[in-house]
């Protein structure tokens, strides 16, 4: 399969620049996948340009996979991952374990460097007092580190980005989900940080229908049918993902599929570019006027 090579962007003032489109890798660690399956699905990521692979240390064998089949093509990457628990023999949240989890992720990914290494959404409080932030930043300065980073939403994310510690952030954002676009996404791009955008496709909650057990989903259900959106010829999967590639501020969206085929449609919608000028602000407002109080979904 072929499709169009996705535009790059500078990723803030950090040196790098990132493809509009990656690829979150969340699905890759899930035993249930072969490892071959594994290994296949990851190259084709590379070969359709979406050179921006995010992972994290709760994502199972990702991070190993990821430094099994791609260790080679280290060059074509930028690697991202998160921190901050889940390290044997270290206490959750402490600096040593931030310390800890770079040194085990630098080793599963098999590289010298990892690009982008995130603090995983942990609360506020954590990053005022726990050391986490600090920690990370010895990272950056010795070189195991390009940019520290945090993932989240809220207070934690405002604040975050007000602190000075991070050069990017990674946060929720789309049509259903606008909270920090007006307000961290805009303030990182100010101060020149690097904005990942998650959730992009917003679990595609259009596509299904009924309860879930799953919150976010759940929440993502919720919005959708208040907000009653209308893309008019688009799909809403076009329509969603155009709109949350092309929010001020946001470098790169990441979406997870085991199909290659969902990834050549979705670099295939990026190609036609924004949305709308009309469409993109009726969207923006209707959130505002439906759900202006909504809260960042983790």
């Avoid at 990702?62 to 280290?74: K, N, Q, T, V």
């Avoid at 460097?113 to 995983?120: A, C, E, N, T």
């Avoid at 195991?144 to 207070?155: D, I, P, T």
């Avoid at 259009?206 to 919005?223: F, L, M, N, V």
Wanted: proline residues 5%.
């Amino acid at each position: 399969m072929t499709a169009p090579p996705p535009a790059r962007r500078p990723f803030g003032n950090s040196g790098l620049t990132v493809p509009i489109l990656g690829f979150g890798a969340g699905g890759v660690g899930d035993p249930s996948l072969s490892e071959s399956d594994a290994g296949a699905l990851l190259n084709s990521v590379v070969d359709l340009g979406l050179g921006l692979i995010d992972t994290a240390r709760s994502y199972g064998l990702s991070e190993e996979r990821i430094g099994r089949h791609l260790g080679a093509r280290r060059g074509e990457l930028v690697l991202s991952t998160k921190v901050g628990y889940g390290v044997p023999g270290y206490a959750d949240w402490t600096a040593e374990c931030v310390s800890a989890g770079v040194d085990l992720a630098l080793s599963n990914l098999r590289t010298d460097v990892i690009d982008v290494v995130h603090l995983h959404s942990c609360p506020r409080e954590t990053l005022e007092r726990n050391g986490v932030a600090e920690a990370l930043g010895r990272a950056v300065a010795a070189g195991k580190v390009r940019v520290a980073a945090y993932s989240g939403e809220g207070e934690a994310l405002d604040f975050a980005v007000a602190s000075g510690h991070f050069g990017s952030i990674q946060t929720s954002v789309n049509v259903v989900d606008q909270r920090s676009s007006d307000t961290a996404v805009a303030r990182a791009r100010e101060r020149g940080m690097g904005v990942i955008g998650k959730r992009a496709l917003a679990n595609a909650v259009w596509r299904t229908a009924g309860p879930s057990a799953d919150e976010a989903i759940a929440t993502y259900r919720r919005r959708w049918e208040s907000l009653e959106l209308d893309f008019g010829p688009l799909s809403p999967d076009e329509a969603a993902l155009r709109f949350a590639a092309f929010v001020p501020g946001v470098s790169t969206v990441l979406v997870a599929t085991r199909r290659v085929e969902h990834l050549v449609a979705n670099l295939a919608a990026l190609a036609r570019g924004p949305l709308p000028d009309e469409m993109q602000s009726a969207v923006r407002a209707r959130f505002r006027e439906r759900g202006g109080d909504w809260p960042g979904v983790v």
